[in-house]
């Protein structure tokens, strides 16, 4: 791989961070319009891109969780009872308003994250997807209709609202998480409450700022589309176990899945989760090569491998092993890492210290396994059951 060295360039980060409204200290919880006089933590968001303080964050207590938990309630006696195309104009309205800053908010969730320029496009553009999907969902909330054998009288279902419905996002999609929960709830009569990942708390905050005009301006009831950017003290087990929020979407890691999934269930409540893979790309002597390279290669270092999706094991046909393996040694050499914000990166930064801890114990456990695979072979060049047996424990440990 090789590394930009170009000369140090500013991306205009200052004038983006204004237009989207992040100020040195920012307020970590809010409505719909109204910004709340957070007193939690103060949490510092730094750019894994080149180490420089974005914004300060004043982190929601659990007093303030109480608050908007309690409004939410209120608000959704009324948000409910609206109809649901009128549901669907808000969120058209707010597809348009993330259209006009999606640049500002591509360039903050690449800055913020870490993910390349054009990913950070993506990812607002895949809110802008969802917002035009749910519009005409709020058209189509059907339900069926049949006959029944008591005179004079109807059968239909009809489908209705939940409630509050949490949203906890992972730092790897910081803003495209929420909307595709946040806009299809909205459209069924639901409000909403988002809990984001510490480590990209502004990009949330940037979000709420684009959309707080158009609520305002439909006179959306306070409570709706709610933020609470906390720590786990202040916003953890009591949001997955508050009976007050009958549904809780959850992305994250598999560990964080088991447990959201438990305290959710033993309330018997409703939980939507998005947890890490273990993906795998099988390549056979019938494959596309040239396809294969470029699937493997983007699946791998697309968001620098901190996908759900990303492509962790490789099976290949042993005829074409090598063959596979040529290629992409090749386009490996090729990918430049460097600044997410310079358009000839394909690679950005790990999100933070603890990430690039973990990639490089290992790739350290790697080369280990390798020189023990190679000690192996060395003592028995031909395949036997010996052989097999050290095979497994070298793995194993």
């Known amino acids: 791989m090789s590394t930009i060295t170009a000369k140090p360039q500013t991306f205009d980060i200052a004038a983006t961070l204004q237009r989207l409204g992040i100020k040195e200290i920012n307020a970590g919880a809010t409505t719909g319009t109204k910004w709340m006089n957070t007193k939690g933590d103060l949490i510092e968001s730094y750019s894994p891109s080149d180490g420089k303080l974005i914004g300060k964050i004043q982190q929601a207590t659990a007093a303030d969780y109480e608050n908007i938990i309690a409004l939410s309630q209120e608000a959704f006696k009324i948000w409910r009872t609206i109809p649901a195309p009128k549901r669907g104009e808000l969120v058209r309205q707010i597809g348009n308003a993330l259209r006009e800053n999606k640049e500002d908010l591509g360039k903050l969730v690449a800055y913020e994250m870490g993910k390349i320029y054009q990913e ?67 459209v069924c009569g639901d409000t909403v409450v988002w809990k984001p990942s510490s480590k990209v708390m502004l990009c949330a905050i940037a979000v709420h700022n684009i959309i707080a005009d158009v609520l305002k301006a439909n006179d959306v ?61 099988i390549i056979t002597p019938e494959a596309d090569f040239e396809m294969a390279q470029l699937a493997v290669v983007f699946g791998s270092v697309g968001t620098c491998g901190q996908r759900c999706t990303s492509t962790r094991r490789l099976i290949i046909h042993e005829s074409v092993y090598d063959t596979v ?61 010996s052989r097999d047996v050290l095979l497994c424990h070298a793995l194993r440990k």
């Not at 009591?238 to 309330?267: C, H, Q, Y």
């Not at 990918?335 to 990166?345: A, E």
Request: charged share 20%; proline share 4%.
């Open 325 to 385: 393996k040529n290629k992409l040694i090749k386009a490996y050499q090729q990918i430049r890492i460097g600044n997410p914000l310079d358009l000839n990166t394909l690679v950005g930064p790990l999100i933070d210290k603890n990430a690039v801890n973990d990639f490089t114990n290992a790739i350290a456990e790697v080369k280990k396994k390798v020189e023990l695979l190679r000690t192996v072979e060395k003592h028995f060049p031909v395949m036997d059951m």
């Open 120 to 186: 950070g496009l993506g990812e607002v553009q895949e809110m802008i997807d969802i917002c035009d999907f749910a519009v005409g969902l709020s058209r189509q909330l059907h339900g069926f209709t049949m006959h029944s054998e008591r005179p004079n009288h109807r059968m239909y279902e009809q489908y209705h609202p939940l409630g509050i419905v949490g949203v906890i996002s992972a730092f790897n999609f910081p803003v495209a998480v929420w909307a595709w929960n946040a806009m299809l709830a909205l």
């Open 221 to 281: 009831p306070e409570g709706t589309v709610c933020l609470v950017a906390g720590n786990s003290k202040n916003v953890g087990d009591n949001f997955l176990s508050d009976k007050r929020v009958p549904l809780i979407s959850a992305t994250g890691s598999t560990t964080v899945g088991k447990r959201v999934g438990r305290i959710v269930g033993e309330r018997l409540g409703r939980s939507l989760l998005e947890l890490g893979g273990n993906n795998a790309i």
